[in-house]
C-alpha cells in the first residue's frame, strides 16, 4: 500500500461521500420543524461572584457532578413499553390524516387529562364518509357532524369527563397509535423528526401491512406513527401519518364550544352515570360489562361491572352476594395468564332494568403489582372474553373518584368504601395467603 | 457510490447569514461543504460508516440549533469541528454506558445498516489506521482529501498558515506509512 501517491487512500476516503443526498435530504427535512436557527439561545450575564455565591456555585457544581457520575445515567428507550409510557402523560395531541376510501382526512386529537378533549370523528359506512368533531371541557361539550349540519351540545359532567379522558390518555390512543403491545416491532434505522433525531422501528401485520413508529429515544415516547395496509395492485398504500406530541399546550386553533354557524343544534345535559360505561362482551345474549375500573396504586383493582342474560330479560341474576371481603368466583388473570387475581365481594347495587352495578376488588394472588386483566367466560355453547384496564391517578384523584363513583350506584343514604378501606381489604386478603 | 454535486460559492459567513435569515438551502449549502468532513472526524470516534452518519446529522443539528450563537460567522468550519468533536466524546461516553448497562441479546441494538466503514478490508484498514494518529495529524488529512481547498480551511479549524497545514499532513501521512507497514508486518 502505497500511502505516498495515495490513491488507496482517496479510494477509502470516498466511503464518506456514500448516500450523500439521502442524508441532506433527511437533515433539511428534520430542519423544517426544527427550532428556527436564527433564534438566539438565552445567555446569562455575566455573573459577579461574592465568596458566598462561588461557595454555593462551587457546592452545586460537586452536586451536580456526583449526580452525573453516580445517580443519573443517561437513559435511551426502546419501544417496549412505549404504550405505558404514553399512557402516563398528561397530555397528548394527535395531528396528521388518516385514508378513508382513497381520501385523506385530516385526522386530529388533543386530550388534557380532566381539562380538554378534542377530537376529529370520521366514520364510514360502504361509500358513505360522515366527518365531525367533538369538542370538550369539564363543564360543557359539543359535538358536530359536517354531513348532517347538526351538533349536539349541552352541560358536561365533570366526573364523566375526567373519566373520557383518562380512557382517551391511559387505553384509546396507546391502543390506536401502538397497538395492544409492543411484541412484534423490529428496529429498522434511525432519522431525524422536527429536528429530533428518532429511532424507526416497525411492524409487519399478520394479515398484510405494517405500522411503523418513529420513536424519540431520549423520552421513549412515539414521534411519528404511519400505518400501510395492502394495496388492491399488489403493492401497500399509506392508510395514516401521524405526529405526536405529549405533555404539550392546547393547539392555538381548538374549536370553540360554541356550534358552527347554521348547524341544527340539539340540546342535551351529560348524565352522570354515563362515567359508567366501557368495554365488554357477548355471548348467547349473555353480556359483561365492564363499567369502570380503577388501579389502586397497584395494590389492587376496584372493579365496577354488570352480567346478565339480555336473551332472556326475566332470568335471574347470578347472585354472586355475601359479606365484604368474600371471595367471587371469577377468574380475572393478566394477559399473559401468569397472574391471577382474587376477586373479593364489595357491594352491589340497583342499575338499569332491575340489575345490579356490581363492585368488586381484584387482589393479585401473588401479591405482585395490579394491572391490566382479563377473564374468559366459557359457557357449553359459547364463550367471551372481556379485558380490563384499570385507570391510574394520582393519590388524591384517586382518592375522590373512587368515592364519587360509588355514588353513582349507591342508594341514597349508603356510603362509599374509602381508598384507605379498600387498601385494608386489599391487604387483609394478602396477608391471609401468606 | 454518489458523485459529489457542485458545492454552491461563496464564503462560508454568506451561507451563514443566509441560514440564520431563514434559508435553510443556504445551511444545506454548508452540509454539502461540509459533511463529508464532519463523519470522518465522527469516523474516528465510533470506527462504523453507519454510526457516523448518524453521529454527523447530530452534529449538524446541533449545528444549526445553536447558529445564533455563533459570534464568527467567518469560523463556521473551526465552530462545526468543535461540535462534532464534542459530540464524539459525548457519543464514547453513552457508549461506554451502553457497554456496561445493556444485555448482550438487547433486541434495541439491531443495526438496522449493518454496514461497515469502506467496505472492502484494505480502506477499512486505513481508516482504522488513521483514527490511531494523533488528532491534528487525523483532521489534516480528512481535509486534504475531503475538501475542494484544504489549507484554506486548515486555517480556520486548525489555526495553521499554508505551510504549516501541510508540514502536519507530511508528517500525518508518513506516520500513517509506519503504522501501515507495522500492521501489514512490511515496509510500505
Not at chain 1, 377473564?375 to 393519590?395: A, C, E, K, Q, W
Not at chain 1, 368515592?403 to 368504601?417: H, V
Amino acid at each position: 500500500m502505497n500511502v505516498e501517491h495515495d490513491p488507496d487512500l482517496r479510494r477509502a476516503y470516498r466511503c464518506f461521500d456514500r448516500d450523500h443526498a439521502r442524508l441532506r435530504g433527511q437533515l433539511l427535512e428534520g430542519l423544517r420543524d426544527a427550532p428556527s436557527a436564527g433564534m438566539p439561545r438565552p445567555r446569562f450575564g455575566i455573573l459577579r461572584l461574592r465568596w458566598w455565591t462561588a461557595a454555593a456555585a462551587a457546592a452545586l457544581l460537586l452536586a451536580a457532578t456526583w449526580a452525573l457520575l453516580f445517580r443519573s445515567p443517561l437513559v435511551v428507550y426502546g419501544i417496549a413499553n412505549a404504550g405505558e409510557r404514553l399512557s402516563a402523560c398528561r397530555s397528548v395531541r394527535v395531528e396528521g390524516w388518516r385514508d378513508v376510501g382513497g381520501v385523506r382526512y385530516p385526522w386530529n386529537v388533543y386530550v388534557e387529562a380532566g381539562r380538554r378533549l378534542y377530537g376529529t370523528t370520521i366514520s364510514a359506512h360502504n361509500d358513505d364518509v360522515s366527518t365531525g368533531y367533538s369538542v370538550s371541557d369539564s363543564s360543557r361539550y359539543l359535538t358536530v357532524s359536517h354531513r348532517d349540519k347538526t351538533a349536539v351540545t349541552g352541560n358536561e359532567d365533570a366526573l364523566a369527563f375526567e373519566l373520557q379522558t383518562r380512557r382517551a390518555l391511559q387505553i384509546a390512543l396507546p391502543a390506536q397509535l401502538l397497538g395492544a403491545d409492543d411484541r412484534g416491532f423490529v428496529k429498522t434505522g434511525k432519522s431525524v423528526h422536527r429536528g429530533v433525531r428518532v429511532d424507526v422501528y416497525e411492524r409487519k401485520q399478520p394479515r398484510g401491512g405494517r405500522e411503523v413508529v418513529w420513536l424519540d429515544p431520549s423520552s421513549g415516547l412515539p414521534a411519528h406513527v404511519a400505518f400501510y395496509e395492502p394495496a388492491p395492485d399488489g403493492g401497500e398504500r399509506q392508510a395514516a401519518d401521524l405526529d405526536v406530541t405529549a405533555n404539550v399546550p392546547p393547539p392555538q386553533d381548538l374549536p370553540t364550544l360554541d356550534p358552527p354557524a347554521g348547524y341544527a343544534v340539539t340540546r342535551h345535559d351529560r348524565e352522570p352515570r354515563e362515567a359508567l360505561g366501557g368495554s365488554g362482551a357477548q355471548s348467547n345474549g349473555e353480556q359483561f360489562q365492564i363499567l369502570l375500573a380503577l388501579n389502586l396504586d397497584g395494590r389492587a383493582t376496584l372493579l365496577c361491572w354488570v352480567q346478565y342474560d339480555a336473551g332472556d330479560p326475566d332470568a335471574p341474576e347470578k347472585s354472586l352476594g355475601g359479606p365484604v371481603g368474600s371471595a367471587q368466583p371469577l377468574d380475572f388473570r393478566s394477559p399473559d395468564g401468569k397472574r391471577k387475581y382474587i376477586s373479593l365481594h364489595l357491594h352491589d347495587d340497583p342499575w338499569d332494568e332491575g340489575r345490579h352495578a356490581r363492585w368488586s376488588l381484584l387482589v393479585p394472588e401473588d401479591g405482585g403489582q395490579a394491572g391490566r386483566a382479563e377473564i374468559t367466560i366459557t359457557r357449553p355453547n359459547g364463550g367471551m372474553r372481556v379485558g380490563l384496564s384499570p385507570l391510574r391517578f394520582d393519590r388524591a384523584e384517586l382518592a375522590r373518584v373512587v368515592i364519587e363513583a360509588q355514588k353513582l350506584t349507591l342508594p341514597d343514604g349508603q356510603q362509599a368504601m374509602d381508598l384507605e378501606h379498600l387498601e385494608r381489604i386489599a391487604q387483609a386478603q394478602a396477608h391471609s395467603r401468606k | 457510490m454518489e458523485d459529489r454535486p457542485p458545492q454552491a460559492a461563496g464564503p462560508d459567513a454568506d451561507r451563514v447569514r443566509a441560514a440564520l435569515a431563514g434559508d435553510p438551502a443556504a445551511f444545506g449549502d454548508l452540509y454539502d461543504r461540509y459533511a463529508r468532513v464532519i463523519r470522518a472526524v465522527c469516523h474516528d470516534a465510533t470506527g462504523n460508516l453507519a454510526e457516523a452518519q448518524d453521529l454527523s446529522q447530530e452534529v449538524f443539528l446541533r449545528a444549526y440549533r445553536n447558529l445564533a450563537t455563533l459570534r464568527d460567522a467567518e469560523r463556521f468550519a473551526g465552530w462545526l469541528v468543535g461540535i462534532a468533536r464534542m459530540t464524539c466524546r459525548e457519543w464514547r461516553k453513552q457508549a461506554a454506558r451502553d457497554r456496561r448497562h445493556r444485555r448482550p441479546l438487547d433486541p434495541d441494538r439491531v443495526d438496522p445498516g449493518g454496514q461497515d466503514a469502506a467496505g472492502d478490508d484494505a480502506a477499512e484498514q486505513l481508516l482504522q489506521a488513521i483514527a490511531r494518529l494523533p488528532q491534528r495529524e487525523r483532521l489534516a488529512l480528512h481535509l486534504f482529501y475531503l475538501q475542494e481547498r484544504p489549507a484554506e480551511v486548515a486555517q480556520e479549524t486548525m489555526r495553521l498558515s499554508r505551510s504549516g497545514f501541510y508540514r502536519v499532513l507530511d508528517r500525518a501521512r508518513r506516520r500513517l506509512r509506519r503504522a501501515i507497514g507495522l500492521t501489514q508486518g512490511r515496509a510500505v
